[in-house]
């Protein structure tokens, strides 16, 4: 995966969202500072889950800012928010594990109503 919009065109095609996410990730940080810029700039398509783009708009987001880079516009658009303001929580979370992504998750994530773990975006 080269683009945040290609990601998404791969999971309108079938392809399991999260490993083609890291599979971006993964291209992300080998890729030089220029090209990186290139690799957020494309707007996602709309996906079949409603947290899909605003989980992309979340990473593009906290992508630019972790790398002094400034974020997509595309990113603050309507639609890279959850709608009806109800939140997700990452791996179907409850009880605790609820409050602990509600701290630790990422400032971008928080902002669109995602609570994730504060490594979504890591990789090893």
Do not use: Q
Not at 27 to 37: C, D, G, H, Q
Not at 65 to 73: A, Y
Request: include cysteine; aromatic fraction near 12%.
């Amino acid at each position: 995966m080269n683009s945040i919009r290609e990601v998404s065109l791969a999971t309108r095609a079938g392809g399991d969202f999260y490993l083609l996410l890291g599979d971006l990730l993964d291209e992300f940080y080998r890729a030089k500072p220029e090209t990186r810029v290139e690799m957020l700039r494309g707007r996602p398509e709309d996906m079949t889950e409603p947290e899909f783009v605003p989980f992309l708009a979340a990473t593009a987001h906290k992508l630019a800012d972790d790398n002094g880079l400034i974020p997509p516009r595309w990113a603050f658009e309507r639609r890279c928010y959850l709608p009806g303001g109800k939140p997700y929580f990452a791996c179907g979370a409850k009880g605790d594990l609820r409050l602990l992504f509600m701290y630790k998750s990422p400032a971008e994530f928080k902002h669109r109503n995602l609570f994730v773990d504060e490594n979504v975006l890591v990789r090893v």
